[in-house]
């Protein structure tokens, strides 16, 4: 419950997901079902749940009367896709480093930072090709944890000049087709070891993370409207300090 909670919180604040999943287990020394990459798929279910539940008059529109903006947000899920597809095996056993996580949170809020300096003028109407292709890009660079994916392509949308809350809504958009598609590259293991998790355990995290996840999309849409990403990004460095404090009292 504890970890459905965090992820339906930091899978949409631009804090990294994959990192809180990754480092609670490590600051608690959690074992078992709940530190494995499988539980982080039925976590990220969860918020796939809040996504579709949240966005689905947008998604109907999409298909309907905005098939350009449609199309626009299937560019955009490409490049994350082909990540996601290729890079996988080598996030789940060469970046799930804290060391790594606490550099990411600091590079990606000082591109945060940056990215508040950008004149926000572009409604979600107003996107073009170029803008889906740069922040769909940048959507590939968040299968590193630390990185966040709502963080980096938020950021990637105030690049381009987009207002704070158009960006964020194309971020959930675009987000959507590629959750789907990691639960899909992982059922075919869960299916088949699935005597070997415990389905409440499971059950317990997908409606925590689903229903905690709704909160925040609708918290962060409005915040947006009034406020800068910079609370985020302190939060985030402090976050890494304490990694670091981690590591060197554990070394």
Do not use: C
Not at 9 to 20: C, D, K, Q, R, W
Not at 146 to 159: D, K, N, P, Q, Y
Not at 193 to 222: C, M, P, Q
Request: glycine share 8%.
């Amino acid at each position: 419950m504890i970890l459905g909670v965090i992820q339906g919180l930091t899978e949409f604040f631009p804090v990294s997901s994959t990192a809180h999943l990754i480092l609670v287990p490590w600051f608690f020394g959690w074992k078992g079902d709940v530190n494995t990459l499988t539980f982080d798929i039925a976590l990220h279910a969860g918020t796939l749940a809040a996504l579709l539940f949240t966005f689905w008059k947008d998604w109907l529109e999409l298909f309907i009367r905005r098939q350009k903006l449609l199309g626009l947000i299937i560019i955009a899920s490409i490049p994350g896709g082909i990540a996601g597809f290729f890079l996988d095996d080598i996030a789940e056993k060469s970046l799930r480093q804290p060391l790594l996580i606490s550099l990411m949170l600091v590079a990606v809020g000082l591109v945060m930072l940056a990215a508040e300096r950008s004149e926000k003028l572009k409604t979600i109407e107003k996107t073009n090709f170029i803008d889906a292709l740069i922040i769909g890009v940048a959507q590939a660079v968040a299968i590193i944890p630390g990185v966040s994916r709502s963080g980096i392509t938020i950021s990637a949308g105030l690049f381009r000049g987009m207002k704070r809350e158009a960006s964020a809504r194309f971020s959930f958009l675009i987000s959507t087709p590629l959750i789907a598609g990691a639960i899909l590259l992982h059922l075919k293991k869960f299916l088949i070891n699935r005597e070997l998790y415990d389905i409440h355990l499971f059950t317990a995290g997908f409606i925590s993370s689903s229903v905690t996840g709704f909160v925040a999309i609708i918290f962060l849409l409005k915040f947006l409207k009034k406020y800068p990403l910079n609370i985020f990004v302190y939060y985030r460095f402090i976050l890494a300090v304490v990694i670091i404090a981690g590591i060197w009292l554990r070394g």
